[in-house]
């Protein structure tokens, strides 16, 4: 009997964004839906986050952030 390969995902669906950003389900939605945010509508039903790319976005949103309290702070 052959099994199938481990296959990792290459990305994320809308409850996993969700339970990653510690927030509820219709914010991660209302989050798909915003400028600059990495989500791909594949069917009418079916959102998902490339995870290469949700990562790079959190690390940007992270950097912005810290940008703009250091500029508030002079």
Excluded: D, H
């Amino acid at each position: 009997m052959s099994q199938k390969p481990e296959i990792e995902k290459a990305v994320y669906n809308v409850y996993e964004v969700a339970a990653l950003l510690g927030i509820n389900l219709p914010k991660a939605y209302e989050l798909t839906r915003q400028p600059g945010f990495p989500a791909i509508q594949i069917s009418n039903r079916r959102i998902v986050v490339p995870k290469a790319a949700f990562e790079r976005w959190l690390e940007q949103a992270a950097f912005n952030k810290q940008s703009c309290g250091a500029a508030e702070k002079r």
